[in-house]
């Protein structure tokens, strides 16, 4: 996942940066620099993004019945 895929996937989850290191236990600075791409995004990390989108997708269908 590139740093622009990264921060794209943030934005269709509605998700700050700073709520993302929250919820997986790094540091603001890591996924700082993920988002800038010094760091390649760790592979965990687009398995959760992928994860909640699906997730999101899923509530957004039974929201539509």
Known sequence: MT?????AALDRLNF???????NLGVADSTVNRWARGELPVPQYVVYVLLLLQTINNLTDDVSQC
Not at 3 to 7: G, I, N, P, R, S
């Open 3 to 7: 740093a622009v895929e990264f921060c």
């Open 16 to 22: 700050s940066r700073r709520e993302l290191a929250i």
